[in-house]
């Protein structure tokens, strides 16, 4: 399964991710883990990063198309993998369509979750992630079981700095101006599969699996 989630900051990518894995067995790619862990290690990518990832900008093509080549020819990416939060411009989705031919692969779907945006703000102010596994979760909509550690590993809970009201409006702008177009793109190519994601979490899943079982 070769799969690309697509929507909004705040639509449950991440968290649709993580059921996935569970399901068939496959990596979760997230860009935005990658780059939060490159700034944390103060890699020079994360040193050119992070100044655009603290205002809610795009991190350049460049960056993100690279880390993304590289570890999509991991092994482990072999039967497939979920791409979270990548394509975010139409370059990188001219960029991965290149690679996935250079690497004899197809895409199986892109799932587009639709949320509308006062549930996005909703979502994003009470997002809470882990520090050590990065699983995500909400303060009201989905919370641990003991306030500020995770369930899967013990983690400390922390809340992203970009996770501020001020940059989550920057993040929406640029999603409507750089990403909301990649919705038709892949509507062309017969890729995209519409996913109504203002459910409760669960829900969402099923509806997501039932599309991809299908395929
Ligand atoms: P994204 O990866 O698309 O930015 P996340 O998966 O991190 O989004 O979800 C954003 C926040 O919303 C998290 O706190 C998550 O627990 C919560 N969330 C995800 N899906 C739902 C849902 N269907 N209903 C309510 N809250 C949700
Ligand atoms: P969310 O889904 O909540 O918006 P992510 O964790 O996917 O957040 O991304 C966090 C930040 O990392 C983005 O605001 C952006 O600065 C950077 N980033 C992540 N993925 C990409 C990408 N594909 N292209 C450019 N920047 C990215
Ligand atoms: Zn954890």
Do not use: W
């Not at 655009?52 to 092994?75: F, H, K, N, P, W």
């Not at 031919?101 to 895409?107: H, Q, R, T």
């Not at 596994?133 to 809970?157: K, M, N, Q, Y």
């Amino acid at each position: 399964m070769k799969l690309i989630l697509l929507g909004p900051p705040g639509a449950g990518k991440g968290t649709q991710a993580a059921q996935i894995v569970e399901s068939f067995g496959i990596p979760q790619i997230s860009t935005g883990d990658m780059l939060r862990a490159a700034v944390r290690a103060q890699t020079p990518m994360g040193l050119k990063a992070k100044e655009a990832m603290d205002a809610g900008a795009l991190v350049t093509d460049a960056i993100v198309i690279g880390i993304v080549s590289e570890r999509l020819q991991q092994e482990d990416c072999e039967k497939g993998f979920i791409l979270d939060g990548f394509p975010r411009t139409l370059p990188q989705a001219d960029a991965l369509a290149l690679t996935l031919s250079g690497l004899g692969k197809d895409l199986d779907a892109v799932v587009s979750l639709q949320v509308e945006t006062t549930a996005l703000v909703e979502r994003l102010t009470g997002r809470r992630a882990c520090r050590d596994c990065s699983r995500g979760f909400h303060v009201s909509f989905d919370p641990p079981a003991a306030e500020g550690i995770c369930d899967s590993c013990g983690g400390e809970l922390f809340q992203r700095g970009d996770d501020q009201e001020e940059t989550i409006r920057n993040r929406m702008e640029v999603y409507h101006q750089q990403t909301a177009p990649l919705e038709d793109y892949y509507r062309q190519s017969g890729l995209l599969k519409v996913v109504d994601g203002m459910a409760p979490i669960a829900a969402v899943t099923q509806q997501v699996l039932d599309i991809l079982k299908a395929i």
